[in-house]
């Protein structure tokens, strides 16, 4: 099967390479994957500023149809349509960070998509408590979204636990911004949400998206504009999705003392920021990566109920062959979610 690998350490050498298929082993069951969606993780990949285990397929946020079941594996149906939450693919199941359910800093720790197999390919095999059964109905383009809003529910409902009457930032109006920004509105809360001047589309999409305000700060002078909506006080959350030094800086300044802040985006490099603006304002500083099996469960419940649908954020769909564009259309700011399907 075609797939694209990372195929030796270093900055760039990602291809479209003949894999053999995966078989299905012993306790696991194989996808035949629908779509997955490029994220900033396969972009810092592609350039080694993330940590990787070549030859690995990149991909993890993926969406499928269960083709093979192994027969000892219980619970999973052939025919099932599922979100693959690859993030637990290899982890010791002993260490406190297991058994507590924060699997992501188990030390052993590998994820698909860059330290095992992903889903840039026709199939992939897992094991059956990575998969996530969804509700009938809902469209597998849509499903491949999975993996970052599960990364937003913890970030928005768990990590800074946003209360109706705060007042948001929202600083990088990209995907994950964007499902920051969904859950948010849902929630009744008021959200700013803030872009450079690249970010024209991504803004116009938050406005869709319900923000009450939304900042080029090429422009507007983020400061002011968190000011006029708080009575000069500066907002209650910020939420840094962008990755970016001057994004970190903008979301530290604009916060209200006592003001909670949360780290959502990848730097992959060293930055300088103000920390006196930290001790100052006496603010609470957290990071969210990625979710825990309480988050995906979080999530099915949200798909049932409806009240959220984030289908509207998927912009572009290509062959895994023109990978080259989707990566581009991510790294240009050109699209909101870019997926890619097999061939």
Known sequence: MKALVKHAP??????????????CGENQVTVEVAYCGVCG???????????????????????????????????????????????????????????????????????MGHGVDGGFARFVVMRPDQLYRVPDGLPLEEVALSEPFAA????????????IGDTVLISGPGPMGL???????????????????????????????????????????????????????????????????????GCLESLRPLGRYTQVGICGREIQFPIDQVFYKQL?????????????????????????RVGDLV???????EWRTAFDLCMEKQALKVLMFPE
């Open 152 to 163: 937003a529910i913890q970030a928005v409902t768990e990590v800074t636990k946003v209360r």
């Open 179 to 249: 499902l920051c920004l969904k859950l948010l509105v849902a929630e009744g809360v008021k959200t700013i949400v803030a872009g450079a001047r690249c970010d024209g589309a991504r803004l116009d999409a938050a406005r869709r998206f319900g923000a009450a305000a939304v900042v080029n700060v090429g422009e507007r002078n983020l400061l002011d504009v968190a000011r006029e909506h708080t009575d000069g006080l500066g907002v209650d959350v910020a939420f840094e999705c962008a990755g970016h030094e001057g994004s970190v800086r």
């Open 41 to 111: 993780t396969d972009i810092h990949v592609l350039h080694d500023t993330f940590r990787n285990y070549p030859p690995v397929i990149l991909g993890h946020e993926f969406a499928g149809t269960v083709v093979e079941v192994d027969r000892q594996v219980r619970g999973v149906q052939l025919g099932a349509k599922i979100a693959g939450l690859g993030a637990t693919a290899v982890t010791c199941g002993r260490c406190q960070y297991c058994l507590s359910g924060h699997f992501i800093f188990c030390s052993n720790r590998r994820g």
């Open 315 to 321: 912009s572009a769909k290509l062959p895994i062959s």
């Open 284 to 308: 609470t500083l957290t990071g969210s990566v990625c979710y825990t099996a309480q988050t995906c469960d979080r999530m099915m419940k949200i798909y049932a109920q409806g009240r959220i």
């Open 10 to 23: 270093g900055d760039g050498n990602v291809d479209i390479l003949d894999v053999q298929e995966p078989s």
